[in-house]
């Protein structure tokens, strides 16, 4: 679901916003991929195999929570080192507040894949990819810059972070504990 949903937003963002706007996005998750990727740690595929569950989810869901958190902040001092302009900078931050809700569901997810609800997963994916893809072009489409679009991506990213994956993740954690 992910990767048609970003070709059809790069198909679109090119269409409508042109090349220039298609190559900063593309920069903007260039330059934030890596750092969100060395952050993540590796958590989800520890958290599904701790099925002994020795380490209480809060833990790992605290680490990816810190680890993103700092990511966002490199991106932020990335962009000044590198004496990008503010917009360009805003599109940075709005690319990297996406990879942060992103990563807040995957490690959430993790939770989910451990206890075999693969549905809820799906569905949150599919709500994540969905929203964020139609609300990215649908800015591009009313002229609006790309770091607005970015901004309402990762807007969709937490409104479906928030709504869908905590409160499953919530009723799971709370249904363990009663065990």
């Avoid at 590198?82 to 569901?105: E, K, N, Q, T, V």
Wanted: with cysteine; glycine share 10%.
């Amino acid at each position: 679901m992910r990767s048609v949903a970003r070709a059809v937003l790069l198909i679109l963002l090119v269409k409508w916003g042109g090349w220039e706007a298609a190559g900063l996005y593309i920069a903007a998750l260039a330059l934030t991929g890596p750092l969100f990727a060395i952050t993540d740690l590796g958590l989800r595929p520890l958290l599904i195999n701790d099925v002994a569950r020795e380490y209480p989810f809060q833990h790992y869901f605290s680490l990816r929570l810190v680890g993103s958190a700092a990511a966002w902040g490199l991106t932020a001092c990335l962009g000044m080192l590198l004496g990008y302009p503010f917009s360009r900078i805003m599109l940075l931050l709005c690319a990297a507040a996406a990879r942060f809700w992103d990563a807040g569901s995957d490690i959430l997810h993790g939770l989910l894949q451990r206890e075999e609800r693969m549905d809820r997963i799906g569905l949150g994916l599919i709500l994540r990819h969905l929203f964020g893809t139609a609300a990215f072009c649908g800015a591009v489409k009313l002229g609006g810059d790309v770091a607005w679009a970015a901004a309402l991506d990762a807007l969709a990213a937490a409104a479906v972070c928030l709504a869908w994956d905590l409160p499953n993740a919530k009723r799971l954690l709370h249904g363990l504990r009663r065990e």
